[in-house]
Every structure is written in C-alpha cells, then in structure tokens.
C-alpha cells in the first residue's frame, strides 16, 4: 500500500504546492530534502509545520 504525499508552503493563511508524489522527507539542519517517487529530490529551508496522514499532506514554514 502505497502512501505519497504533497508538500505545501505556509505563509500568511496560504498554501503553495512545493512537491507531489513525495516518499521520503528528510530533515538535515535547517533544510528539508523532499524524494519523489521517481527518485528526484528538492530541498529547501524551513521547519515541518505539520503532517496530516489521512490526507497525506506535509505543511512547512520556510526560513527567509
């Protein structure tokens, strides 16, 4: 069973897509590496703000 989530950008009561289809979030300081199912990864600074596994959606508050 396979579970793939998006990550959203918070700011300011709105949300911006950063990633879909992702499978791993790793956290390394003060970036987040997000791998999507193909293997590709993005990364950014910022904290995770919150994890909803029900409806597989990642919030995080990115650092300026």
């Known amino acids: 069973d396979m579970c793939l989530s ?3 950008a918070e700011q ?17 300081g003060d970036s987040l590496i997000f791998t999507d199912i193909l293997g590709n990864q993005s990364q950014v600074n910022g904290t ?15 650092r300026q």
């Open 6 to 8: 998006t990550i959203y």
């Open 48 to 62: 995770i703000a919150s994890v909803d596994l029900i409806h597989n959606e990642i919030v995080v508050h990115l």
């Open 12 to 28: 300011r009561n709105r949300r911006e897509t950063l990633a879909t289809a992702v499978q791993g979030v790793l956290v390394h």
